[in-house]
């Protein structure tokens, strides 16, 4: 299993590993700070330093048949030996700018949830600061879009601190905040369970990468509002 530095601090933008396996998808290490694509986050891009020289990460997955978190390297791109001491570089900018869409939609969801009293029902994020969220709402409207617009930079702004917390399963299914969002959804073997809390904002178990305040998240623009079908409504955003 490789060990997953970003879980537990999401700004390491280099790190050394070393290469363990090699499979036709990509390179397997032993450690890394490239987060594996999914639960609407992308996959970190990069490059993977050598001694033979500087390889092209492409993406970052975990391969659903062996399980395995794949580095993507760029087709043209040399391949590494098994054994070999790496360095991994992720392209940090990029990375950022997903740490504070991720931070934000969490925040969005809270709010909507705390004053509107509307579930997620899914969402998704790119690596260019835009992201979409929808909710379980019965109508939406550019009013509404404003009015969840203003209420969410006014919690982004008064600096909320963002905790990465890992909480003994049982505590985590009894955590009202957590059943709201369907912590118990989550395969049983999984203990403990990682929970992003931004304070007093949202709390909900989550394997991303996020930011350690509101603040680093500025300013967020709710662009479009659109219908997804009954009780299904969607909110695109864009942050500055
Ligand atoms: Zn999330």
């Known amino acids: 299993m490789t060990d997953k530095l970003y879980s537990t601090d999401a700004y390491l933008d280099t790190c050394a590993a070393r290469v363990t396996d090699l499979t036709p998808l990509g390179v397997i290490l032993d450690r890394t700070i490239a987060y594996a694509r999914g639960g609407g986050q992308p996959g970190d891009t990069g490059t993977i330093i050598t001694d033979g020289g500087v390889l092209d990460l492409t993406d970052t997955f975990i391969d659903r048949e062996s399980g395995s978190l794949i ?3 760029a087709e043209e791109s040399a391949v590494p030996v098994v ?4 360095t991994v570089a992720i392209d940090a900018d990029r990375r950022r700018r ?3 869409t991720h931070t934000s939609l969490h925040a969005l969801s809270g709010i909507v949830y705390t004053h ?3 579930k997620v ?3 998704n994020m ?3 600061g835009t992201a979409r969220m ?3 709402l019965d109508h939406i409207s550019t009013d509404f879009g404003q009015e969840v617009e203003g209420l969410l930079n006014e919690a982004l702004a008064a600096g909320h601190d963002v905790h990465v917390l890992f909480l003994p399963r049982d505590e985590a299914l009894a955590d009202p905040d957590l059943i709201r969002t ?3 959804l989550i395969p049983a073997e999984v203990d403990p369970i990682r929970v992003i809390d931004i304070e007093g904002v949202d709390k909900q178990a989550d394997g991303g990468t996020h930011v350690r305040t509101t603040l680093e998240v500025g300013t967020v623009h709710v662009v479009k509002t659109e219908s997804k079908g009954r009780a299904n409504k969607r909110m695109r955003i864009r942050l500055d």
Do not use: C, P, W, Y
């Open 182 to 184: 369907k912590a118990n």
């Open 134 to 136: 929808d909710f379980e």
């Open 116 to 118: 509107f009293d509307a």
């Open 71 to 73: 580095h993507q390297l």
């Open 98 to 100: 997903i740490m504070r």
């Open 121 to 123: 029902t899914g969402g």
């Open 126 to 128: 790119g690596d260019d």
């Open 83 to 86: 054994g070999e001491s790496v």
